[in-house]
């Protein structure tokens, strides 16, 4: 079974920063693009970052360009998003996940679903910020 885990969220003071992690099982991962996205209690998902399978290009959402890095290891299934200066607006449970496409990803993730096996995620780990 394919299974997605993130770990590493928490409770951060504005300007701080958090590592989220995610370990990959069950998923030929060189066949898939990486994700993280977020959503805000009460709000739609929104798409942090996406990684292509061949992990030559690495997409960010504008509002947190400059602030988080993606990086994916195949060799260990794992993935982590490094945030930085973190704002309040970035209080959201995070999640991570595979995907085949970071274009529509990026632009669409409110659309996806995992009812087929074009799209994996975890159950997400809650991050907040606070003033």
């Known amino acids: 079974a394919v299974q997605l885990a993130e770990s590493g969220g928490g409770l951060v003071q504005a300007g701080g920063s958090l590592t989220l992690s995610c370990t990959v099982s069950?998923?030929?991962?060189?066949?898939?693009?990486m994700g993280w996205f977020r959503q805000p209690l009460d709000k739609e998902r929104e798409a942090v970052s996406c990684?292509?399978?061949?992990?030559?290009?690495?997409y960010y959402a504008d509002s947190v360009k400059g602030r988080f890095t993606f990086s994916r290891h195949n060799a260990n299934n794992t993935m982590y998003l490094q945030m930085n200066s973190l704002k309040i607006e970035d209080t959201a449970m995070y999640y991570c996940?595979?995907?085949?496409?970071?274009?529509?990803?990026?632009?669409?993730?409110?659309?996806?679903?995992?009812?087929?096996?074009?799209?994996?995620w975890g159950p997400g780990t809650q991050v907040t910020v606070s003033s």
């Open positions: 990684i292509t399978w061949t992990g030559d290009r690495t």
């Open positions: 069950g998923l030929p991962t060189d066949d898939y693009a």
């Open positions: 996940a595979a995907t085949r496409l970071c274009s529509v990803f990026m632009t669409a993730v409110q659309t996806l679903s995992t009812s087929d096996e074009e799209n994996y």
